[in-house]
């Protein structure tokens, strides 16, 4: 028969085993959880669902390497604004405007240009009146004699219409200018909501790509374009 000592170690024996068994597997368990719970260096994340009333605009990015903004847009990456199309800047920076209006920072307005008048040449007094008296002396008396004509004042200012504010409404500005002349009627209005729209005649389309006339079309690229050179030029 077995001794009580043989019984003992056999029981520790068994305790040992299931206790370090045991361990093992809590370690390789909680192991695994952290795993699932962490995803893949690289993995990008699902993507979340997004109400049907929301128009997404644009995914910003800043690398962790430099700190450099990345845009996201049109299911493309873009890390300067050259690499990007007309269209897609003139969203952006409208994007950009609204986005200030939401932050509610404000812009300082911009001095209206006044005309200046050119200033009158300076009138020799005593040489005008002189030859005023000598008309007068030489002039003959006549009973029915018309009345001078009133003097007529120099007409008032034109009302100076303040600069648009808004880049729509500057290239909209750029776009009348050169429309001028013309029997075409086209311009850009700004919308909050839907982005640029553009009116041809009187038929409305939602963004430049929109518009089907490809005269219209070149016409106003041609006033983007104009926006951003006087823009680099600060001639705006």
Known sequence: MPSLVNILLLVLVFVTVGFVGGALVAVIWSTRLKREEQPNEGEEPAARKIPSRLQPLVELFRLRTNQQIVVSLDGKYYSSSSEMEERQLLMLRQAAEDWERWLGIEKPPQPVAVEEKPQPEAIDIDRESEARLNE?????????????????????????????????????????EKLAGSNKTISLVDDMHRGVIVWVGLEKFDGIDAVPYPEAQKIIREAVKEWEKRTENGTL
């Open 136 to 176: 007068i002396s030489a002039a003959v008396p006549v009973m029915n004699a018309q009345p001078a004509p009133a003097t007529v004042l120099p007409g008032i200012l034109p009302e100076v219409k303040p600069k648009p504010t808004t880049i729509v409404g500057q290239v909209n500005e750029i776009l009348q």
